[in-house]
């Protein structure tokens, strides 16, 4: 695995600019006692790169190559950038940090200083200057923390990014903002610089919600309302829930038709298997345990409990606190009442319980 993990990504290419510059990376170099394995520095590498918008390329006059080691108890890291092919070495930084938990922000500072110093010692590597635009970053959520790789580049204020200093960004280039904050989902964006200045309005963050209500209706059921309610044991993702049903149906007497009562109660654990919680659309699939109540006309309650085998729902969300849904899917009768034992399916042509529902989430 480590092996086609290294042939797969250290002999990728990779641009630096978006005039064609490129750049190879080879496998890193880490000491057995660093705490650290190679292919973690690999991916906190490639994951620097591609927050600053470096493309796959298929050929390089640039090399980098990292090597990290542990000396007393600090842990050192080093980028060196070479020209020729890997023949010329033209740029280099050395980091050093207390623990391996802090490698991924030394990576960021190495990669940024390397870059730095072979524009200024390289100018023909340097993009022109008419296609390096300042970069503005636009977002609703208040306090929220902007990051680019693993690099933490500002924080949301007054509805723009505020950084330390102006970050410019040049033509075409591909980027990755990552943007936290505390009780939301974390939210990813892809953008492409094409215009100065390169602006980029993020979405707004969806906020986690740990119980939300619902109501719908059913087929078969059509004389009554459905509620539901729902508590995350893992926000956006995996629940429990609590339905109520209640509808009437008519039957007929000897001398006229009189009104049915049923309440219908269900206990299920659901899960998410598509979409996230900020997506339009999302599926989710569910089980459980429930039962019908029936108020006979002699006052004596008939009770039918039943497993409720499976459903899916297909659910769309037009606002983050707003979704409606579709479900479908089967009960199995214990046969404890009026309802005989086996699959509790519409009348005449069978088929499964369909509802149709708006949900609201807090």
């Not at 010329?88 to 991924?104: D, F, G, I, Y």
């Not at 892809?190 to 919600?209: C, F, G, H, M, N």
């Amino acid at each position: 695995m480590r092996q086609f993990f290294v042939f797969l990504v250290f002999f990728t290419t990779f641009s630096v600019f978006a005039d064609g510059v490129s750049l190879m990376l080879r496998p890193s170099s880490v000491s057995e006692n660093s705490g650290i394995s190679a292919d973690s520095i690999d991916s906190m590498i490639i994951n620097s790169l591609d927050g600053r918008g470096i493309a796959v390329s298929d050929n390089s006059v640039l090399v980098m190559e990292s090597s990290v080691w542990k000396k007393g108890l600090r842990v050192f890291l080093v980028l060196r950038l070479y020209d020729d092919g890997g023949e010329r070495l033209v740029a280099s930084s050395l980091q050093s940090v207390t623990s391996a938990l802090e490698l991924s922000s030394a990576v960021d500072k190495a990669i940024v200083a390397v870059m730095d110093s072979l524009a200024s010692k390289a100018p023909e590597y340097s993009p022109k200057a008419d296609k390096v635009f300042p970069l503005v970053i636009y977002s609703q959520d208040e306090d929220a923390v902007v990051f680019m790789g693993n690099r933490n580049i500002g924080t949301i204020k007054d509805g723009i990014l505020k950084t330390k200093k102006q970050i410019f960004v040049s033509q075409g280039s591909k980027l990755r903002v990552r943007v936290e904050k505390e009780g939301y989902y974390t939210a990813i964006t892809d953008y492409v610089a094409d215009s100065s200045p390169a602006e980029l309005r993020l979405p707004p963050l969806v906020k986690k919600s740990i119980f939300e209500t619902a109501s719908f209706l059913s087929t078969g059921q059509i004389m009554g309302l459905g509620m539901e309610g729902r508590w995350y044991l893992i926000p956006g993702f995996v629940f429990t829930g609590l339905k109520e049903y209640f509808f009437v149906q008519y039957s007929d007497g000897i001398f006229a038709r009189y009104v049915v009562p049923h309440n219908q109660a269900e206990m299920v654990v659901g899960a998410y298997i598509l979409g996230q919680p900020a997506n339009f659309f999302r599926i989710w699939i569910e089980s459980g345990v429930g039962f019908y109540a029936t108020f006979l006309k002699d006052s004596s309650i008939s009770l039918d409990f039943y497993v409720h085998v499976g459903a899916v729902g297909l659910e769309f969300n037009p606002l983050p606190f707003l979704g409606v849904f579709i479900r479908g899917g089967y009960d199995y009768s214990l046969g404890t009442g009026l309802i005989p034992q086996g699959a509790i399916e519409l009348e005449p042509d069978g088929g499964p319980i369909m509802s149709l529902g708006g949900i609201v989430r807090w």
